[in-house]
């Protein structure tokens, strides 16, 4: 062969394995976009860069025929998708014209309907919004780690009516971030977030959602959400969200008779369907048998902490999952998708914490953390607004002792308490109803907040309680944030300087973030009780004392009974003036310290009235430290009969005993 045949030859092969590769690299790109398709999750997902960038339309439609999507980028004339051979129901199409901010929706055989899955809705105009969640820079944020939980004060906040007395302009996320520092300085470290689903309107409690991956536009959305947290975040405020899925609307739900027309009262493929299970008071019942609508639930769970990185949930009436027919059927189908949502995030988010509102702990419990302890709460309100002479501290001293580590939120008041839709009233307004901002109405309510503060468990407080907001919550009155900036500013003080007890900020109190509660000393007839607080396998030199009056007069060298002699140091007293000027200001400052000699435990002490003291053995900076006068020996409450619990007025989210629960087990095919 000559040598020009050879280099013609040469140059062939090489054009040959060009050629080959190049179509090998089409082929394993086209290959990478089938799977990238087939990967994509439910709902519009933003997928690639720049010129490769494609939006894939997921969508489960089980009784359609034919499923368009017409948005912005189509001119509103609908491209098909396709059914997916593999998931039945389930259909698909990629789009290379669509791009984030397009508005879309479905259609199908005259049907019109926006995505369930549509991370921003326009509900009136019935479409959704292409989001591409990827694009979001979270800045340090992204290193935020949540707090311990023995460390966390949480918050309860319902977004609009926070930010609504708020001078300036923005939407309410933007506003509320302006007083993330109020809240930092308060020791506040746990938004407990009510709904911020979509819902028809701009004003709602939020219990009504629409949209379960959307969050309200009148909020200002997706990214004013993740503002909001990342602000959180930066400032050291985990966020837990409230979320609905025991029922959805009952107004202009997206899902409802998603994929076809039936009768006024049936929803379709999303809801349950028989008389029993249907409905609940509020809304219809999701069909939590179905795997792809527990699917739907699980994936607007795993949304929220992936792409907003909230810090954990509380879910809304567990109660209306678990259980039917108001209580009367256990709900195998709840158990089950309670059980998967919790136990993934026990896997990949175990920081993060699952709360439920009722029923987390019935028939051995679904994986929750935590239930908010709505019993507690009633029990403390009609406890505190009693008529002072018939307080019975025994039964109380037993509800105390019923705490114990961590699986209760304590609060003394809710939105549902204190709400004006379950036509309820602020605690203030219940103890004195003639006038709530009268000295007893606020030493009785920072008394309960002390003592929420001070007990085991997750410590809440409803957002204004920290300034004696005497208004029912409602989603159309605003925080009245001048009472914190002026008339009430020392209760915001006295609340700000138990939260950093609580969190033990300077190190002397570390007993209250423990799990022990002991009552040490009790006299129903001066209305004086101690507690002392400790984490548990601890000496009880380490105990923080929480002593608390309750009788309606100044009590003058009242003996107390305390753990054991030595030093003890005071560290809180609610009845000071620098609190409210017409308080009784007698007893102990913060940093006055007794020693009680050997062989006395007992600590004579003046107490102003319906106040609350706080000690431990921690001597802080600048404490002074004298002979505690003898007084003779209390004997100690531990013998005292246990008293059985009073019966309560007040809300409470389940008013009698939850109904047997009968246990039906998983199915043997779910792993978690």
Known sequence: MSAHATIRLAAAQRRRRCFMLLVMAALLAADLAVAQVADAPLGATVQGQGAARSVVFRVWAP?????????????????????EPNRPGHWVLESRR??????????????????????????????????????????PAANWTMPPKEDLVMYEMHLSTFAAGIPGQGSPFELAR????????????????????????????????????????????????????KACHTNGIAVLLDIVHNHYGPDKIAVWQFDQRLSESDGGIYFYRDEERALTEWGPRPDFSREEVRTFILDSVKMFLDEYRVDGFRWDSVHNIRYTQNGQRSNADGDRLLSEANAWMRKNRPAALRIAEDHAFDGGGVGFDAQWNSGFQAELSEF?????????LSGFATELERLDGFTWVNFAECHDSAGDLNRHHRLPVYIDPSDPNSLRARALSLLANGIVMTVPGFPMMLQGFEMHDTADFSDNI????????????????????????????????????????????????????????????????????VVITFSPNPLKQHGVRFPST????????????AYAKDFDNLGPRPGTGY???????????DMSRLSMLVFSKSRPPGATLTKAPYAPEIESPAGREPSEPRPVTDFVEEVLDPFPYVFVPLPAEWHP
Not at 63 to 83: C, E, I, R, S, Y
Not at 101 to 123: I, K, S, T
Not at 208 to 217: G, I, K, M, T, Y
């Open 63 to 83: 009784n359609a025929t034919k499923v368009g999507v017409a948005g912005d980028f189509n001119g509103w004339h609908a491209d098909f998708l396709q059914p």
């Open 384 to 392: 505190i607004r009693s008529a002072d002479t018939l307080r019975e």
């Open 98 to 139: 669509a791009r984030p901010g397009d508005a879309y929706r479905y259609e199908m055989e005259g049907l019109l309907r926006r995505d369930p899955r549509a991370r921003a809705v326009d509900v009136d105009d019935n479409k959704g919004v292409i989001v591409d969640s990827r694009t979001y820079a979270w800045g």
């Open 595 to 605: 020693n009680l000699p050997a062989g006395q435990t007992t600590l004579p002490l």
């Open 178 to 229: 302006k007083r993330i520092p109020y809240l930092k300085a308060l020791g506040i470290n746990c938004i407990q977030l009510m709904p911020v689903n979509e819902f028809p309107g701009s004003r709602s409690w939020g219990y009504n959602p629409s949209d379960l991956f959307a969050v309200e536009s009148s909020y200002g959305g997706s990214t004013g959400f993740r503002d909001f947290i």
């Open 566 to 577: 030595g030093a003890w140091f005071c560290h809180f007293n609610s009845g000071l003036a």
């Open 478 to 545: 605003p925080v009245p944030w001048t009472r914190a900036l002026k008339t009430h500013a020392g209760i915001v003080q006295a609340t700000r300087d138990l939260i950093h007890l609580r969190r033990n900020l300077k190190g002397h109190t570390p007993g209250l973030q423990g799990e022990e509660l002991r009552v040490i000393h009790l006299d129903d007839d001066a209305k004086v009780l101690a507690y002392s607080r400790r984490i548990r396998n601890t000496p009880r030199d380490h105990a923080t004392v």
